[in-house]
């Protein structure tokens, strides 16, 4: 999973399963896809209990621990 970079197929496949209401894979709910200088990548303040995540070109907003995936932007 370290290996997902922007573009890979991989990637391409999780991104588009992960619409509002889906499940984070626990492949990606791994620090490394936190993000946590949100302002850095122009995103709003995530609410309390929600941080965002980027797989490959997509940031996702999703409940703390992954369970739920909130909104996702491309």
């Known amino acids: 999973i370290a290996s997902c970079l922007v573009g ?6 999780t991104a588009a399963d992960l619409r ?4 984070l894979p626990p ?4 620090r490394q ?3 946590e200088d949100w302002r850095a990548y122009g995103l709003t303040r ?10 490959g070109g997509q940031y996702l907003l999703v ?4 369970s739920r995936t909130i909104r996702s932007l491309h």
């Open 46 to 55: 995530p609410p309390a209990g929600q941080q965002w995540v980027q797989v």
């Open 63 to 66: 409940s703390s621990g992954g």
């Open 8 to 13: 890979s197929e991989m990637c391409k496949e």
């Open 20 to 23: 509002p209401g889906a499940p």
């Open 27 to 30: 492949a990606f709910r791994d």
């Open 33 to 35: 896809f936190v993000i």
